[in-house]
């Protein structure tokens, strides 16, 4: 009897030889013969049944790598250009592996669903974990196309908003009375038709292309924005039931109350402040900020996780939004309504007199809120004008999240972040989409309340993981560059004002120029001008600090719903803290 291979021999051996994993294969490797071979099933069974190995008919491969040939679906592509694919069937441990899809000239067009069976290499890189080249394309999840109808005798064509696309063929049973001129959208049925053009059935009729609603739905795919959810996405959503209470902290007698515009419909975070308590900390408040709890429904490697890390974040157009998530999460089990009970990542935050934050602390916990408020409800209540719902809320609940941020105001104002005076402008739309008009918004300190908060909340959840050495992606915002200083310096002084050189720039330097220019014909100017020599805040696992907000480490917590980046910051709040499984 020759001597057995150990188990990790032939985990190893695997490994190296991801294309000879069938057991005939192993047992030559190892110069195993005739009896010994029951017990080399044995302890391929032994691995299996450990989760080391998974086994595909007659092969056994690592669970957490994808064997060298496989099938894969396309994502859609990236603003790059890039064409990333995914595994049909991945039952490892580790989160779902992405496949950069490497394209050659004589592949043919490739969209978002299409099945490839390709050949993949592993390779070690930050954005994905293997390049993938294509051996053939095997099939097509359902496809749409926006483009505008035109009508031929055996029903007609779609013309394609995007120029780079090819027609698509409508056979007069899939018109569904769509006119000549008219901007449909359809999805591709069957095989190809003649001359090899895709077949489609128009789904929907949108009318004049021409006309205003139509501007979105041109950039939605134009851009590739995904504005559909897969059926098996939607079913998974559906599927979902309100978290209960479970080991969760319950918070759902504490007021906490929502503060949004008064067009909402998600609801992601609430608020509640107080005076602490503690007699140590004279004046001090004590500042809690509940978030949704996206994690609990939205777990690594499900359909939904899937989908939701293809769309990044929720796309907001001046009459729609293309959201992160299905509606059954974004505006309902994930909205923080009032008076139901609703999961949430809650942080409570400590501020002395003057507004510096002494410590925080983070639970994972079950709130209701106590009332859904407006900007204007909640301003107009603390300016003497409470409606019906605020005035019992005033004094126990509105009020001191007034005096809370007027403390935090005090922090801020010695912190000096950039101090920009640009006025967000509203567009208001008639029901077909025409603009009526264009106004600025009202900036109240009911806004400048809930940003506050939010800023803290976020800053909380970076130190403390950062604390637990625990994997984040910090929100990074650089100082401006020697060459866009420059420019800024010239525009001030084209306008008669000074930026001064020669010290380290911070951005109470910035917020010096931005006071000379105030109230000033160069206001606009200026504001503009020290926008634009900003560079553009990115995410990174590396920690470079917030240069506007003048922060040393800031990370996205506070709305899970719509960004992806903030659903990775609640898993490793949930991982660190060793509140579940459905953490990173």
Excluded at 347 to 354: A, L, S
Aim: glycine share 6%.
């Amino acid at each position: 009897m020759n001597k057995l291979p150990s188990k990790k021999d032939i985990l190893d051996w695997i490994s190296d030889n991801p294309t000879l994993t069938a057991k005939r294969d192993i047992a030559k490797a190892f110069g195993i013969k005739g009896p010994d071979r029951i017990e080399l099933k044995k302890i391929l069974r032994e691995l299996e049944a450990d989760g080391h190995l998974s086994k595909r008919k007659n092969s056994f491969r690592d669970p957490n790598q994808l064997p060298p040939v496989s099938i894969v679906e396309v994502m859609a592509p990236t603003s790059d250009g890039d064409l990333f694919a995914r595994p049909l069937e991945w039952d490892g441990d580790d989160v779902e592996p992405i496949i950069l899809f490497m394209t050659r000239k004589s592949d043919p067009a490739l969209g978002r669903g299409d099945r490839i069976l390709a050949k993949l290499t592993k390779v070690s890189n930050e954005q994905y974990q293997y390049e993938g080249r294509l051996i053939r394309k095997i099939g097509i999840s359902p496809t749409r196309v926006l483009g505008v109808f035109r009508q031929t005798s055996e029903g007609g064509r779609i013309v394609p908003i995007d120029k780079t696309g090819k027609e698509w063929t409508v056979p007069e049973q899939g018109r569904r009375g769509a006119k000549d001129g008219e901007l449909v959208l359809a999805e591709q049925i069957g095989p190809k038709a003649r001359m090899g053009l895709p077949k489609a059935s128009v789904v929907e009729r949108l009318g004049n292309p021409s006309a205003p609603k139509a501007v979105s739905l041109i950039a939605i795919h134009q851009h590739g924005i995904p504005d559909h959810f897969p059926d098996d996405v939607v079913a998974e959503a559906d599927n979902q039931k309100p978290a209960p209470l479970g080991n969760r902290t319950d918070f759902r007698d504490v007021p906490f109350v929502t503060i949004d515009p008064a067009d909402a419909r998600d609801h992601d975070d609430a608020c509640f402040a107080e005076l602490d308590p503690d007699p140590k900390n004279k004046d001090g408040y004590l500042i809690w900020v509940a978030i949704a709890d996206v994690a609990h429904y939205v777990t690594p490697s499900s359909k939904l996780d899937q989908e939701a890390r293809l769309r990044g974040n929720s796309t907001y157009f001046p009459d729609r939004v293309v959201p992160m998530l299905p509606d059954r999460l974004s505006g309902d089990l994930c909205s923080l309504h009032e008076g139901v009970p609703r999961a949430s990542i809650v942080v409570r935050m400590q501020i002395d007199k003057d507004g510096q934050k002494l410590g925080h602390r983070f639970f994972r916990g079950l709130i209701k809120s106590h009332a859904s408020l407006t900007y204007e409800e909640a301003q107009s209540a603390v300016d003497g004008a409470p409606n019906d719902k605020c005035l019992p809320l005033l004094e126990t609940v509105i009020r001191p999240l007034y005096d809370a941020y007027h403390t935090l105001v005090k922090a801020r104002e010695l912190r000096a972040p950039l101090d920009l005076e640009l006025p967000e402008r509203r567009v208001e739309l008639s029901d077909e989409g025409k603009v009526i008009s264009v106004n600025f918004k009202d900036r109240l300190d009911a806004h400048k309340l809930i940003e506050e908060f939010m800023i803290l909340a976020n800053v909380s959840a970076a130190e403390v993981l950062i604390e637990k050495k625990s994997p984040l992606l910090f929100r990074v915002h650089e100082e401006p560059s020697d060459d866009k200083l420059e420019s800024l310096r010239e525009t001030a002084k084209s306008a008669g004002l000074v930026l001064a050189k020669g010290q380290v720039l911070r951005t109470k330097h910035l917020n010096m120029l931005l006071r000379q220019a105030r109230d000033t014909e160069h206001s606009e100017l200026i504001n503009m001008s020290t926008l634009r020599s900003m560079t553009q805040a990115y995410y990174s696992p590396e920690n470079f600090g917030h240069f506007g907000l003048s922060l040393r480490s800031y990370a996205h917590f506070t709305s899970p719903i719509r960004r992806y980046a903030d659903l990775i910051v609640h898993r490793g709040l949930i991982s660190s803290h060793g509140w579940g499984d459905d953490g990173l």
